[in-house]
């Protein structure tokens, strides 16, 4: 199986920061690498998928980047609405694997 | 208009098997690449993938549980079902259906369901 870590576990960080989080694969995934937000009591919502491109209606402050087994997830300038935390998933094999998630606190 | 909806029992005891039902709209299962996942979270945990079933009635699950885990489909009814063999107190948790297109992310997810295991 392939184990996916992300760091840092938690973040904090003020409004207008940027914000980078990073995930690795234990082995390539090439591209095929997701990111959702997730708020307390709520469902993921997806951020972006292969990596790189912005699912419909996300702000542009996020972007992703990377291939084979490293990634980051970037937040340009961190608004009020950003304080969530952040999964990364993996779709290039079966079984998908989550990363244990990034908090991303208020400093 | 996507949407997934879980439903299933709030509480079950150790041992029982669990059944949750996803019943989706907006898009079919039978479509070409379309597939459904469970996905579950411990009370202040992280997300943990627990199984998929795509439109070809392939079915693939998580190492750790697949002993305990069977999906299956009803395309008619749109719907995906899950069982759970064998509960504990250690799948405490809300369980989220999801659907990813063309066999990839995971784009849309229902609210979840709570289910508490104990006795």
């Known amino acids: 199986d392939i184990q996916m870590t992300q760091s840092p576990s938690t973040l904090s960080a003020s409004v207008g920061d940027r914000v980078t989080i990073t995930c690795r694969a234990s082995?390539?995934?090439?591209?095929?690498l997701a990111w959702y937000q997730q708020k307390p009591g709520k469902a993921p919502k997806l951020l972006i998928y292969?990596?790189?491109s912005l699912e419909s209606g996300v702000p542009s402050r996020f972007s992703g980047s990377g291939s084979g087994t490293e990634f980051t997830l970037t937040i340009s300038s961190l608004q009020p609405d950003d304080f969530a935390t952040y999964y990364c998933?993996?779709?290039?094999?079966?079984?998908?694997?989550f990363g244990q998630g990034t908090k991303v606190e208020i400093k | 208009q996507v949407t997934l909806r879980e439903s299933g029992p709030a509480l079950v005891k150790p041992t029982q098997t669990l059944t949750l039902t996803c019943t989706f709209s907006?898009?079919?299962?039978?479509?070409?690449?379309?597939?459904v996942s469970w996905i579950r979270q411990p009370p202040g945990k992280a997300l943990e993938w627990l199984a998929l079933?795509?439109?070809?009635?392939?079915?693939y699950y998580s190492t750790s549980l697949k002993t305990r885990l069977t999906i299956s489909k009803d395309t008619s009814k749109n719907q995906v079902v899950l069982t759970m063999t064998n509960m504990d107190p250690v799948d405490t948790a809300t369980y989220y259906c999801?659907?990813?297109?063309?066999?990839?992310?995971?784009?849309?997810w229902g609210k979840g369901t709570t289910v508490t295991v104990s006795s």
């Open positions: 999801a659907r990813s297109p063309r066999l990839l992310h995971m784009d849309v």
């Open positions: 907006g898009f079919s299962l039978s479509t070409s690449g379309m597939c």
């Open positions: 079933i795509d439109w070809d009635d392939d079915k």
């Open positions: 082995q390539s995934i090439s591209s095929w």
């Open positions: 292969k990596a790189s």
């Open positions: 998933q993996q779709y290039n094999s079966y079984p998908w694997e």
